[in-house]
């Protein structure tokens, strides 16, 4: 299992300032990055090899994963 409460967590640039909808991402963790709910710190994280969150990124941006 992979240690994920004293990672260094960062906010998305592209959630909100009012605290609602917001997305962490540790990517300070050995050989994983982690993505959490920033409204539910003490939650479950998301745990992906870089290059996989590279993946989904590029998907993103790509627009190949939209609906």
């Given amino acids: 299992m ?6 260094l967590w960062r906010k998305s640039t592209h ?10 991402v540790a990517s300070d ?3 994983v990055v982690a993505v ?3 409204k539910c710190p003490s939650g479950p994280a998301l ?4 290059a996989g ?4 990124l590029s998907g993103i941006k790509d627009g ?4």
């Fill in 2 to 7: 992979i240690d994920v409460e004293n990672a």
């Fill in 47 to 50: 745990v992906c090899a870089p």
């Fill in 36 to 38: 959490r709910d920033g």
């Fill in 53 to 56: 969150w590279s993946a989904f």
């Fill in 64 to 67: 190949a994963l939209d609906v």
């Fill in 15 to 24: 959630s909100g300032s009012d605290g609602g909808n917001c997305v962490e």
């Fill in 29 to 31: 963790l050995p050989r």
